[in-house]
Each structure stands twice: as C-alpha cells, then as structure tokens.
C-alpha cells in the first residue's frame, strides 16, 4: 500500500499569485505557533510566528492566521516569488513542555514562472 | 543576528564508527539547543534537548547510548552518533534558542549534517 510518510501535500501557484498554506495542529494547550520555510537540503529558516492570545499576525508578504476554536493555523504569503519555493512547515509549541516544538507534516511549495 | 553554525553538512563513514556533529551559536548564547532528525520528505522528529551544563533530555524512543549529546558552553553543543549502521543514515539538524529576549522561544536552525553510513 501507499506509505502515506513519502508524499508531502503539495501547492503549486503561478508567479505573483497569493498562497495559503494550512496546518492543522494537535494540542488545545499549545499556546505558540511558527512557521519556518525549509529549502532543500538546508535547515528551517524562520518566518513567523504567533502566540495563542493573537488571531492576526503580518509580517513583510507573509501574514499567519491562527483560528484556536478549530485548532488551525494558515500562512498566506502574497505576491508569490519563484525564490518562495520550499517545504513550509508549521509547529506549536505550550510553556508546559518548555516550548519544545512539535512540528506538522509539511507542505511543498511550487512557484511556476 | 541569530546565526547557527552545524559542522559538518555532509559525512560518510563506515559502519561501526562514530561521528560528532557540532552546533554552534555565533552571535548569541543559548541555553537550549535541540536535535532533530529528518528522513526524506518527512517532518523534523525531535530526537533531544540539550541544556549547557546538564544532560540531555531524550524523546521517546532515542537512544542515549547511541546519540550522545554534550552541551559545555552557552554556544557549542554536539552530538556524537556511536558504532553507527546504515539505518543511522539521515539528515541531522540542530537548533539553538536564545537566552534572555522576549523572542526566546524563537529556535534558529543550522544547515543540517546529512549523515550516510555504508
């Protein structure tokens, strides 16, 4: 059968589209949230983050949307750039654990020119 | 700022031996690193956390014996991959969280090691 682990969700977007990536998160306790873009072959690179007393977080192209009734995050980045190709990947994290991250599945970004 | 430096990015040794993998934070000190491990395609898996001057702390399923992690100074931690076998290959990445700042729950990321193991 398919293993499932081998195909991460994918969005493709032409050039200078806006794109939503969304993430659905596990614990009700988590109280911070990021999203980092990850490149192949390199590290995690941060790009925003947000905090469970906020909905709304804008940064330069990126904004993060945090809906806690239904335990989902998005990140919309606008005017999508072929250099915003990438996995994305949200993780949360609660003061109980330390702010250790726990992160979600992944989704692969494809900007077409 | 918030620069962190892994060595090496890509290592191949033979079965049985041992390789360390550093972190280091360059332009700030960390309390807190992390190590996570990456197969293809997949998610970062937390594997430990590394507090300076204590032991690390194992997730779940991680051998401490295997992956040993030190962490002597607010800058530098490494983890040492002993006797390590093929199914040790993997992308290795570390992280590092600022100390003393409001953004302290921020974790910066190194490059990765990729780690392939004949």
């Known amino acids: 059968g398919e293993n499932v682990g081998l195909h991460l969700p994918t969005l493709s977007v032409q050039e200078g589209d806006n794109s939503i990536i969304n993430c659905a998160y596990s614990?009700?306790?988590?109280?911070?949230f990021i999203w980092y873009k990850q490149e192949s072959g390199k590290g995690p690179q941060f790009i925003i983050d947000?905090?469970?007393?906020?909905d709304k977080r804008q940064g330069q192209r990126v904004t993060v949307l945090l809906n806690k009734t239904v335990k989902h995050l998005s990140l919309q980045i606008a005017a999508t750039q072929p250099g915003d190709s990438a996995v994305y990947f949200c993780?949360?994290?609660?003061?109980?654990?330390?702010?250790?991250?726990?992160f979600g599945k992944g989704t692969l970004l494809t900007v077409n020119p | 700022g918030a620069v962190v430096s892994q060595h090496p990015s890509w290592v191949i040794c033979k079965s049985g031996t041992s390789v360390k993998i550093e972190c280091r934070s360059l332009?700030?000190?960390?309390?807190?690193m992390f190590w996570y491990r990456q197969f293809p395609k997949q998610s970062l898996m937390l594997m430990a956390t590394?507090?300076?001057?204590?032991?690390?702390?194992?997730e779940q399923g991680v051998e401490k014996d295997k992956f040993l992690i030190n962490h002597a100074s607010l800058t530098l931690s490494t983890l040492t991959v002993t006797s390590a076998h093929p199914e040790d290959s993997s992308f290795y990445i570390c992280?590092?969280?600022?100390?003393?700042?409001?953004?302290?729950?921020?974790?910066?990321f190194g490059a990765g090691t990729r780690l392939s193991v004949l």
């Open positions: 614990n009700s306790a988590s109280d911070y």
């Open positions: 992280s590092a969280r600022r100390a003393g700042t409001l953004a302290k729950n921020i974790q910066y």
């Open positions: 590394s507090n300076e001057g204590s032991k690390a702390t194992y």
């Open positions: 993780a949360e994290s609660f003061g109980g654990s330390n702010y250790k991250l726990t």
């Open positions: 332009d700030f000190q960390a309390t807190t």
């Open positions: 947000i905090r469970s007393n906020m």
